[in-house]
């Protein structure tokens, strides 16, 4: 691994200042996502590292602030740092570190601006989230927040922004990845009074709300948590095709991306209806591993596309 310093010169960051901004998002990402933080500096290019975290960093920032608090403390925070965000697209300059360095980000990697701008319109529908009567409400839900968020990072990966296959394999991973989260966060949205599974999947199963607020360990509830699984995978497969479109320097990040989301289904599915009662969290251990899998050769007989 290259020192920050070293990755910073490779990505032609030079000026003073801008080191100081990028330093912020480093430092950002390895207080909240430390296991992405270490996945980026151990498998992405040096010149690409900075820009990859500056992407999660914005989103991040961005998500945590729709998260905390009340509705009322939650959307006052977040029309202004929306005002912000695009204030600082429409005059390249900004007062927040993680913003100003993701402004150079986007202008070095040409990322088109209607993914920012769609980024910021979906996530205001997380300030005030009332649940999903069904799953077309919850593919509406990927379409306007989750597809953008991974646009706006992921799609880094490509000199503005990549193909349409590109984009239509991100598509497949944000349903795949945001049921999974849901999955895995179960237990906690529904402490915030949040629940993210479509009301139409409960009913299926014959479940209620309170029997997940309770924890029960019911044959419906575990029947609805191993088929949200079940279908979290079979997207996932899907999304697989993103291996075939992702520049190469990028490759062995999305593959530990992909796999890492796959040993989180597993988890939920070995611990059935306890996920409405205890967080998912990844273990250390088995996380280092997936990163020490990720070599080169494991996708040697795969050409990228674009």
């Not at 740092?81 to 900004?94: E, I, M």
């Not at 570190?97 to 040409?110: I, K, N, Q, S, Y």
């Not at 199963?205 to 997940?212: I, P, Q």
């Not at 967080?279 to 795969?302: F, M, N, T």
């Amino acid at each position: 691994m290259r020192t920050w310093r070293r990755s910073l010169e490779a990505a032609g960051v030079s000026q003073g200042a801008l080191r100081g901004d990028y330093g912020e998002v480093a430092r950002f990402m390895r207080r909240r996502e430390p296991a992405g933080y270490l996945a980026v500096r151990l498998l992405v290019p040096a010149a690409h590292q900075p820009h990859a975290l500056a992407g999660y960093a914005f989103a991040s920032y961005t998500d945590d602030l729709c998260d905390r608090g009340t509705v009322q403390e939650r959307v006052l925070r977040y029309d202004d740092w929306s005002a912000q965000v695009r204030t600082a697209l429409a005059s390249g300059g900004a007062g927040h570190p993680l913003l100003r360095a993701f402004l150079h980000t986007a202008a070095d990697r040409g990322l088109p601006h209607r993914w920012i701008e769609s980024y910021l319109d979906g996530a205001r529908i997380d300030l005030d989230f009332t649940g999903f009567a069904t799953e077309d409400d919850y593919q509406r839900y990927v379409e306007r927040l989750t597809w953008p968020f991974l646009m706006i990072t992921t799609g880094l990966a490509h000199q503005g922004g990549g193909s349409a296959e590109f984009a239509a394999g991100c598509r497949l991973f944000a349903d795949a990845a945001q049921r999974t989260d849901f999955l895995t966060d179960l237990s906690e949205d529904l402490r915030d009074g949040r629940l993210y599974l479509p009301a139409s999947d409960l009913e299926r199963h014959g479940v209620t709300r309170e029997d997940l607020e309770q924890g029960r360990d019911l044959p419906g509830v575990r029947a609805l948590i191993t088929a949200t699984a079940a279908t979290a995978r079979a997207t996932l497969r899907e999304a697989d095709v993103l291996m075939d479109h992702c520049p190469a320097e990028h490759r062995r990040l999305m593959r530990f991306v992909l796999d890492l989301h796959h040993q989180r289904l597993d988890t939920v599915t070995a611990r059935g209806a306890s996920v409405a009662r205890r967080p998912v969290r990844d273990r250390p251990l088995r996380c280092l591993r997936l990163l020490a899998q990720g070599s080169p050769s494991r996708d040697a007989d795969r050409t990228p596309v674009g």
